[in-house]
């Protein structure tokens, strides 16, 4: 079972001064697509498998926000994954990135999206 490394990067400018900047991931298309994420702020950990809170605008400044998806693939008919990534501050609408998507070789391979999200 081999690994598939994916580095992506992106840029997120903070929309309002003083609302918290919430990340949250979705992993796959299917409903039963398995896998799980973690999310850093500079070299800080944030959270994993949940919705991460980065703070505010002034939180961010400065530094990168780092996104980790591990996606095994769990399909015999199709070896792609994929993720997606949806940051939102207060009432907005979120801003998506994505989806990713990555073809592994074989089945119950696995893809590691890395996301690197600068602020500036």
Known sequence: MAIK???LEDKYLPRTKTRDILVQIKIGDAADTVGSYSVFLGTEFISSNKVANLGNKSNVEDKKTTIVVIVPDV????????TTVFIKEGASDPQIFGP???????HLDTAIFTLKLSHK
């Not at 399909?75 to 994929?82: C, D, F, G, H, P």
């Open 100 to 106: 990713y998507k990555a073809e592994v070789e074989e």
């Open 5 to 7: 490394h994916i580095d």
């Open 75 to 82: 399909l015999k008919e199709t070896n792609w994954t994929s």
